[in-house]
């Protein structure tokens, strides 16, 4: 007696046989462009899915990064563009000297009336920092000035030998160096001078160079020679 396979039996084998070779087929020959993101479950792409230097800009939303996305130390100016870091970005006391380029900050960056002397390095400011009439009286301490720091000049020297006949008066000058016309000019002695010899003011008659009247008030003829004298200018 033959026996023969019933229709129950064949069904099954074919549904099997179906079922497996679908499984197969559908892992390894997925149409291109055919999984999309419905598709993927959430979280189910990591890093070591993703092929290095696959993810460019445009595909990142805009604003949805983070710091803690950004790996420390992994950016530097060249991937920052330029001007688009402004002071909402920067931490309070985030940037230090050693950030801030030698001569990179001008007036402009600097805001009215923030600074004080604590910030600023002793003789670090010259005359060539300061605009035109811009210190008063109220920028000057009391007696914290010296002739040293005025405009002009301070010098000790002699003067040649001169004579004056009885009576006579007569114009000198000498060397000053440093003394500009328009200054006013002081004279002290740094040696006894002639009792019988006055001196009139001085004053700056060429650059470097000024100019007195001596008077011989008596009644005889009398020199001077190597007189010790300073000469103060200013103004």
């Not at 099997?16 to 999309?36: M, N, R």
């Not at 092929?51 to 950016?75: C, F």
């Not at 500009?180 to 650059?207: D, E, H, K, N, Y």
Request: proline share 3%; charged share 15%; glycine share 12%.
């Amino acid at each position: 007696m033959r026996l023969r396979p019933r229709y129950a039996d064949v069904a099954a084998t074919l549904a099997l046989v179906f079922a497996l070779s679908g499984t197969a087929y559908a892992v390894a020959s997925l149409p291109p462009d055919s999984v999309d993101t419905q598709s993927i479950q959430d979280g189910a792409v990591t890093n070591p899915k993703i092929h290095v230097n696959t993810i460019l800009g445009n595909r990142i939303k805009d604003e949805t990064l983070t710091g803690t996305d950004v790996s420390d130390n992994s950016l530097s100016g060249a991937d920052i563009a330029g001007e688009s870091v402004t002071a909402s970005e920067l931490g309070t006391d985030s940037v230090q000297a050693s950030e801030i380029a030698d001569g990179s900050i001008d007036g402009g960056e600097i805001i009215d009336n923030s600074l004080s002397g604590t910030e600023l390095t002793d003789g670090s400011i010259t005359a060539a920092d300061l605009g035109s009439g811009s210190v008063g009286t109220d920028e000057v301490a009391n007696n914290s000035l010296s002739l040293s720091d005025l405009v002009g000049t301070d010098i000790t020297g002699t003067v040649g030998g001169f004579v004056l006949n009885a009576h006579q008066c007569a114009s000198i000058s000498f060397g000053v160096g440093g003394a500009a016309v328009g200054q006013a000019a002081v004279l002290t002695f740094t040696t006894a001078p002639p009792t019988s010899i006055s001196w009139g003011p001085l004053r700056v008659v060429s650059t470097g160079t000024v100019a007195s009247v001596v008077c011989n008030q008596t009644g005889s003829q009398v020199s001077s020679s190597g007189q010790g004298i300073r000469v103060v200018t200013f103004g």
